[in-house]
């Protein structure tokens, strides 16, 4: 699958991956965590603790903005849901009463509905599939230069097994006239200041009728946590969370694309290449993920004994699609490293490879199988979303 | 929240078990109050009134070093998009404040 082969590595690629390398880890607090941003603040707190979750990095308190600590992605593909991280953009509801929930499916169809849990959990076929969700800006306080927003490390995503009833299923028994072209999704969170943009999200028809677009209601096997969405969430596969509306309550089909704030001003990727200050550059929403990878068994800086082979491994996820390879970025080698079981296109994929030694950066990267492989550099963009290169590290030899 | 399926270790040996629903209970959580506070220093009183209204005093803090024109820009964004109802005669006060946040850690 893949051959060992030299690559030419630019002094700046590699001053890129390495510049904090020679830093050891500060002492830090306890329930302190440094997420290395450059340029910092960097410290944040593990504390409070918030009801259902264990040690998260509290990125905001109100409305929550929690972060996975990366170890956690060193312990299996899957992320627990105590561990896996929480983003809202308003104050979420705290309360959710069975009795009075509903479903809208509304707009361009040709018999609206409202439907109660049990309703729609019984609207077609039960399904289950493994795929990461990923915030579009995680990784966002990585990029240099620095771009204002939620200030997250790596940790902003995670896989869990989805379960639920296909979105198409939904739409279907509303009925779609023939003019529907894309669906839009809310939940039960509000501005706090009532004219402020509700958030809405919106995805085109035919991503909405694919086969594996689901409303969940099980999250690797329980409800969903309130706080990552109780009692229903879309599910994308493939695509970035700001889609996977928490707290589903209305789902709306337009006959045209969707101009309101969350779609046609926020959350937009550029779609020519762009320089820090750019501006008026063309945008288009953000959608399918690129595909990624990480070392999960150290980090940058770590210690490691001089002259010994050292065992690597990581997650990888392919994006949009599954992952055809994970080579290894080291000095001016490539090295191919072995794949562990394929859970599912859409979530993560261990990979481990035994090094000879570590001198000098190393970095894992992705191709999937659409031929997509992972940048060397961070391709910048004004939001700091879709953050893909490949994410190098550098181990001290002790 | 009460939880009805099999354990996530059942789960993960039986495979996926189509057809199985969630039993839906009514549920809720008490969110923490914040722990974080902005610094008390010339302009913090305006921060707290007009900042801390819709977000914890963190998403302001945790921001990287910005140049005045971006704090500007930000300032604009919560009253032109969030409707912040930010108090005109604290912008100065609220100005000064961000940029001594944003000034080179010593």
Known sequence: ???????????????AGGASAALALPVLAKDMVDLRLPGGPSLRSLDPAFPGKGKLIVQRVHP??????????????????????????????????????????????????????????????????????????????????????????????????????????LLDKAGLNADAKFVRFGGLDEPPVPDAPAYRKSVPIDIARRDDVMVAFAMNGEALPLLNGYPLRLVVPGWYATYWVKMLSDIEVLTSEDDSFWMAKAYRMPTVPVKPGDKDFPTT?????????????????????????????????????????????????????????????????????????????????????????????????????????????????? | MKRVLASMLLLALSACQPGETVEFADASIELPEDV????????????????????????????????????????????????????RADEPAIQSYLKATSAPLR
């Open chain 1, 285 to 398: 929403p953000i959608g399918a993920m690129v595909p990624r990878a990480w070392i999960t068994n150290h980090a940058d800086g770590d210690r490691i004994a001089a002259g010994k082979p050292i065992e690597l491994r990581g997650i990888a996820m392919g994006g949009d699609c599954g992952i055809a390879k994970v080579d290894v970025l080291i000095g001016d080698k490539i090295l191919c490293a072995t794949l562990g079981p394929d859970e599912g296109q859409y979530g993560f994929r261990r990979w481990s490879l035994t090094l000879p030694d570590a001198v000098g950066p190393i970095g894992p990267r992705c191709t999937n199988v659409k031929s997509v492989s992972q940048p060397l550099e961070q391709d910048w963009n004004p939001n700091g979303y879709a953050r893909g290169g490949v994410e190098f590290i550098s181990l001290v030899q002790a």
């Open chain 1, 1 to 15: 699958m893949c051959e060992d082969k030299s690559v030419m590595m630019s002094r700046r690629t590699l001053l």
């Open chain 2, 36 to 87: 974080v506070a902005f610094p008390v220093r010339a302009g913090s009183d305006a921060m707290i009134r007009n900042c801390s209204a819709c977000h914890s005093p963190s998403m302001v803090l945790n921001q990287p070093k910005l140049k005045p024109d971006q704090w500007a820009g930000i300032i604009k964004k919560m009253k032109d998009v969030y409707k912040a109802p930010i108090n």
């Open chain 1, 64 to 169: 929550p903005l929690l972060e996975t600590p990366f170890s956690v992605f060193d312990q299996g593909v899957m992320t627990p849901n105590d561990q896996f991280y929480v983003r809202w953009h308003y104050p979420m509801p705290t309360e959710i009463k069975v009795t009075d929930f509903r479903l809208q499916v509304r707009g361009a169809v040709k018999a609206p509905l409202s439907l109660a849990l049990e309703e729609v959990v019984k609207s077609g076929e039960i399904i289950e599939l493994a795929a990461v969700n990923q915030c579009a800006g995680n990784g966002r306080g990585q990029f240099v230069p620095r771009i204002p927003g939620a200030q997250w490390g790596p940790g902003a995503m995670g896989n869990a097994e989805w379960r639920g009833v296909r979105l198409r299923d």
